[in-house]
Every structure is written in structure tokens, then in C-alpha cells.
């Protein structure tokens, strides 16, 4: 009898490293799948935007951007964007319109784009923005605090981070989250 008590724990301890990988697992999923990835926290909110300078994307008869022209007085709207994104057609008319609101200028970072692509997708679907900056490398979109294309951040005309919305734009967004504040801003 003391031959297969051994054997019984041998069992046991067998199928143990089986079952902490299913628990990690099971964990990894549920945290996948939960929470809204829009409300991701922003440790840049309130804070200067980063130190950059973007270069035109090329063969484009746009300029490029920096964190200079974010500090010009004026509420600007600064969109992560990339032709490969599908995420970022769907929400290009939604930039197209608010691009019509005087009271804001927006900008785009193109990341980790090739440039013919990108001056084809705004060739295509149009161009809401006053410049455009080729993030090729995607570092600056890192100093950004960049999660994943597209996202999209409201600066001050002092050049600090207001609002950040994690995904696509949409009406609901727009109406719920950023034109308020867009109004917040405006008002202070």
C-alpha cells in the first residue's frame, strides 16, 4: 500500500503545472475581453505635450508639425492615424466634419506608415488636417502615450494634453466625451 500512495501524488503533482497554466489563462482572457479600451488613463492629461518635431510625410505638399505649433493659442485636435487602420476610415469622416469647427485646428501623426500610402489615403477620403507629421518609427506616438492607432488628444493653446479618446471617433463619442470638452476648453 505504500507503493501506490507515491504514485497517487506523483498524479497530482503532474497535472498541477497544467492547471496554474489554465488559471493564468482563464485570467488573461476575462482582462482581455473586459472594460472599455476609450477609457484607458492618461498619465499626460493636464501635463505639456511632449518635446517634438515631425517631418512632412514625404513626396506631400503638406508641412509636418511640432509641439511648437501646439503652443500657438489655439485649441487644436491631434489625431493618430494610419492607412492600414481600419478604424481610421471609419472614423475620417467624423475628422472631415469637426475639421469645420473654426474654433479648433487639427493635426495628424501619421505612424508607421509608408508615405504613398498615406498620401493616398488622405488623396482618397480628404484631408481635415492643417498638418500632418510622419511618426515613421512610431517614437513619437510613444511619447505621446499611444496605446494604439487611432487615438486622438485635445491641446490647450498652451500646448497641454486636455482629453485623450482611445479608438475610432464616432457621433456617440463626439456628442459624449469630446465636443464637452471642447466646451470645457473654450470656456476656460
Same mark, same amino acid.
Given at each position: 500500500?505504500?507503493?501506490? =500512495?507515491? #504514485?497517487?501524488?506523483?498524479?497530482?503533482?503532474?497535472?498541477?503545472?497544467?492547471?496554474?497554466?489554465? @488559471? +493564468? &489563462?482563464? *485570467? $488573461?482572457?476575462?482582462?482581455?475581453?473586459?472594460?472599455?479600451?476609450?477609457?484607458?488613463?492618461?498619465?499626460?492629461?493636464?501635463?505639456?505635450?511632449?518635446?517634438?518635431?515631425?517631418?512632412?510625410? =514625404?513626396? #506631400?505638399?503638406?508641412?509636418?508639425?511640432?509641439?511648437?505649433?501646439?503652443?500657438?493659442?489655439?485649441? @487644436? +485636435? &491631434?489625431? *493618430? $492615424?494610419?492607412?492600414?487602420?481600419?478604424?481610421?476610415?471609419?472614423?475620417?469622416?467624423?475628422?472631415?466634419?469637426?475639421?469645420?469647427?473654426?474654433?479648433?485646428?487639427?493635426?495628424g501623426i501619421n505612424q508607421k506608415d509608408k508615405a504613398e500610402n498615406a498620401r493616398r489615403f488622405l488623396g482618397k477620403l480628404g484631408n481635415p488636417y492643417a498638418a500632418v507629421g510622419a511618426d515613421?518609427?512610431?517614437?513619437?506616438?510613444?511619447?505621446?502615450?499611444?496605446?494604439?492607432?487611432?487615438?486622438?488628444?485635445?491641446?490647450?493653446?498652451?500646448?497641454?494634453?486636455?482629453?485623450?479618446?482611445?479608438?475610432?471617433?464616432?457621433?456617440?463619442?463626439?456628442?459624449?466625451?469630446?465636443?464637452?470638452?471642447?466646451?470645457?476648453?473654450?470656456?476656460?
Amino acid at each position: 500500500m505504500s507503493r501506490q =500512495e507515491p #504514485a497517487r501524488g506523483r498524479n497530482w503533482a503532474f497535472y498541477l503545472p497544467l492547471l496554474i497554466f489554465g @488559471a +493564468l &489563462v482563464a *485570467v $488573461f482572457v476575462v482582462r482581455l475581453f473586459s472594460g472599455d479600451p476609450s477609457k484607458l488613463p492618461s498619465a499626460l492629461i493636464g501635463k505639456p505635450v511632449p518635446v517634438f518635431m515631425l517631418p512632412a510625410i =514625404e513626396g #506631400a505638399s503638406q508641412s509636418g508639425f511640432s509641439d511648437t505649433d501646439l503652443r500657438q493659442g489655439k485649441l @487644436a +485636435l &491631434v489625431n *493618430v $492615424f494610419a492607412s492600414w487602420c481600419a478604424p481610421c476610415h471609419q472614423e475620417h469622416p467624423f475628422l472631415m466634419e469637426l475639421a469645420k469647427d473654426k474654433r479648433l485646428v487639427l493635426y495628424g501623426i501619421n505612424q508607421k506608415d509608408k508615405a504613398e500610402n498615406a498620401r493616398r489615403f488622405l488623396g482618397k477620403l480628404g484631408n481635415p488636417y492643417a498638418a500632418v507629421g510622419a511618426d515613421i518609427d512610431g517614437r513619437i506616438s510613444i511619447e505621446w502615450g499611444v496605446y494604439g492607432v487611432p487615438e486622438t488628444f485635445l491641446v490647450s493653446g498652451d500646448g497641454r494634453i486636455l482629453f485623450k479618446h482611445v479608438g475610432p471617433l464616432t457621433p456617440e463619442s463626439i456628442r459624449d466625451r469630446l465636443m464637452p470638452e471642447i466646451e470645457k476648453a473654450l470656456r476656460s
